[in-house]
């Protein structure tokens, strides 16, 4: 699952640190557990980040016009 990239604590973009698995904010050392929900597990934001919405992800897949 994807996540937003903006920080919920003052949307400062985060990033992903593959080395501890978990999505870190830079401003004040928030850290996200992708694996959960992405939780917050340290820091000060008070709730996890949001899932990513695509416009992409609720069409429905293409198909080849003449294929039966
Ligand atoms: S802006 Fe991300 S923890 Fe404060």
Do not use: W
């Not at 870190?24 to 949001?50: E, I, K, M």
């Amino acid at each position: 699952m994807a996540f937003e990239s903006a920080c919920t604590h003052e949307g400062v973009t985060c990033y992903y640190d593959s080395g501890q698995q978990k999505i870190v904010c830079p401003r004040h050392n928030a850290l996200f557990d992708p694996a959960n929900n992405a939780s917050v597990l340290q820091g000060p934001p008070n709730r996890p980040r949001q899932p990513f919405r695509s416009g992409l992800m609720e069409m429905e897949p293409l198909r080849p016009a003449n294929v039966p």
